[in-house]
């Protein structure tokens, strides 16, 4: 895990990690959430709406920004103020993901930054985009 | 920059903060008058302040404010002490 300061954190800091989305992940999820919903759970009735395969929950891929500040940016001094996130592409379970995150920018007053982080999918297309605001205690 | 000024554009921060183009406030308004005036919004609202005014707050002197009036007062004295005045 990352300790980065506040001082220690400049604008264009950046930070990335990379992580596969199992059956499991999504089994889990299911059972945490009681999202039943059959787009996540059953292929053929994905399948005839279009998707090649059950999609993984879009708030799954968006728990890994959870991790990006958590663990790698800023890591151990993390608390989440904020995220506005846009799913802009399909996840598939088996995907591997790549979650980057970049410092745009600091606030001394209140020893926040603000993040801009984009989740890849395996052929490098994007498939969650979001800003975050994070305090570090 | 004249107080009434400073007020206007603090006005527009307001309503920007929270999406409400109708939101007028005065020197009382405090986060009792308005809803969504939270931990958050607050920090929202000071930071659209330093960017628009081009200041560093201080956040023991952030943290002591009471109402609009005295956020208005406060950049004030320091957009005026930035300036010489």
Known sequence: MNSYTYDSIEVGHKESFTVTVTEADMDRFREITGDINPLHKDSDYARERGYRDRVVFGMLTASYLSTLAGVYLPGEHSLIHSVNTKFSGTVYPGDTLTVEGTVTEKNDTFKLIIIKAVIYNGNREKVCKAQMQIGII | MTREVIMEKVNEIFRDVFDDD???????????????????????????????????????????????????DMIKDKLDEKQGL
């Open chain 2, 22 to 72: 109708e939101l007028v406030i005065t020197d009382s308004t405090n986060s009792d008058d308005i809803e969504d005036w939270d931990s958050l919004e607050h920090i929202s609202l000071i930071i659209s302040m330093e960017k628009e005014f081009g200041l560093k707050f201080d956040i023991k002197e952030v943290n002591k404010l009471e109402n609009v009036g005295q956020m208005v």
